[in-house]
């Protein structure tokens, strides 16, 4: 079972008050934040909304509170979703100029299961995100190490997606390839080549 989410009550930077969660409604006992709109929520009340507004691939997290019949619809911070800082890499390109590169943006998630979460959505709908009509992109980030030792299972990924073998890569570098009802491991990417020489190269 998935452990709750909890706001830690030693963080200063959040202002917690003791008011019903105003997104679900639910007043059972639990620790509660103000958003900058004015509103008391849960971290698992907040989780739902977000994770909702991006199963409709929206990225701009807006405040579902409904008070007397309107809903608040102010824009949230994204250190208040639970990303820990979130910010842009190169200058902003002007409304009428595009010279067809990405602009990136670096984002530190709170939780690791959240940053799994995002990398797998992203890659499934990788083909699918656009926001104002521009392509987006997700993909971890690594450092120099980490990057090269991956990039060495690049070959080896590209063959076994050829031969439609199920694999992945996990982290820092580790390739599991599923396998005629085995779970096979390959930390090097040479004997990882030399296990599947020796089952396909023949063929």
């Not at 709750?4 to 030693?10: N, Q, T």
């Not at 709908?125 to 971890?140: A, D, G, M, S, V």
């Amino acid at each position: 079972m998935a452990q709750e989410r909890c706001y830690d009550p030693r963080d200063t930077t959040l202002k917690f008050v003791n008011r019903k969660d105003e997104i679900t409604g639910d007043d059972y006992e639990s620790l509660r934040a103000e958003m900058s709109c004015g509103h008391a929520v849960t971290p698992e009340s907040v989780k739902g909304w977000c994770t909702e507004l991006l199963r409709r691939k929206q990225f701009i997290f807006t405040c579902p509170a409904e008070i007397n019949g309107m809903t608040c619809g102010k824009e949230w911070t994204y250190h208040e979703v639970f990303l820990d800082r979130a910010h842009r890499i190169g200058p902003k390109p002007s409304d009428n100029q595009d010279n067809g590169k990405p602009r990136v943006f670096i984002v530190y998630f709170h939780y690791y299961t959240d940053k799994e979460r995002a990398s797998r959505w992203g890659a499934v709908n990788r083909h699918q995100l656009f926001h104002q009509e521009r392509k987006i992109y997700i993909f971890p980030d690594y450092n120099a190490s980490t990057a090269k030792r991956r990039a060495a299972f690049s070959n080896m990924r590209r063959n076994l997606r050829k031969k439609e073998v199920q694999f992945s890569l996990r982290f820092p570098a580790l390739l599991r390839i599923d396998f005629g009802g085995k779970n096979l491991q390959f930390d090097c990417p040479n004997k990882a080549q030399r296990w599947f020489d020796d089952h396909f190269l023949s063929e």
